[in-house]
């Protein structure tokens, strides 16, 4: 069994160089497994295939329904074009000191419901008020114009955005 003599461990390195040691490989272990993982970029909707820019109106519009009946939601909104879909809740009162809860809620409905989309969720009332003007455009199913598809990526940008 070691003993402590003056500082020094009878093994032959101070207790101070000896959690260095220590210390050095477990930095060096958690870079070389951090690294391994430097190329592959963190896509939460990996598995999505491409659709063309198409609206579906009636999908969007039992998105919203789903959406409306998450406990908190006072009102929603959505948009699907291609294989995005755009929700947006209007949460009032106390209920906005759970928003983070309300929107992996509606999140992880409309992934469970609807796979195969990728599925972007806010509760910002700016973000919730463009969607709306979004879905008042859309007259029915088809391909998007330009106009409502660039702001539907705009939207998405400004949703995803730290």
């Given at each position: 069994m070691p003993s402590v003599d003056g500082g020094m461990l009878r093994l032959g390195l101070p207790k101070g160089k000896r959690r260095w040691k220590w210390a050095?490989?477990?930095?060096?272990?958690?870079?070389?497994?951090?690294g391994c993982a430097a190329g592959q970029p963190a896509v939460k909707n990996s598995d999505v295939q491409e659709r063309p820019s198409r609206m579906d109106p009636a999908l969007a519009q039992d998105v919203k329904s789903a959406v409306k009946s998450i406990q908190g939601v006072d009102d929603s909104t959505a948009f699907v074009l291609g294989n995005d879909i755009a929700a947006g809740a209007k949460v009032?009162?106390?209920?906005?000191?759970?928003?983070?809860?309300?929107?992996?809620?509606?999140?992880?409905?409309?992934?469970?419901?609807?796979?195969?989309?990728?599925?972007?969720?806010?509760?910002?009332?700016?973000?919730?008020?463009?969607?709306?003007?979004?879905?008042?455009?859309?007259?029915?199913?088809?391909?998007?114009?330009?106009?409502?598809?660039?702001?539907?990526?705009?939207?998405?940008?400004?949703?995803?955005?730290?």
């Open positions: 050095a490989m477990a930095l060096s272990f958690a870079l070389l497994f951090s009032t009162g106390f209920d906005r000191l759970r928003l983070k809860g309300i929107r992996s809620a509606i999140d992880r409905q409309i992934r469970e419901t609807y796979k195969g989309y990728r599925v972007h969720v806010t509760t910002d009332k700016k973000l919730f008020k463009q969607i709306q003007q979004i879905e008042a455009q859309e007259k029915s199913p088809g391909d998007a114009p330009p106009e409502i598809e660039k702001n539907f990526r705009k939207i998405l940008l400004d949703n995803d955005s730290p």
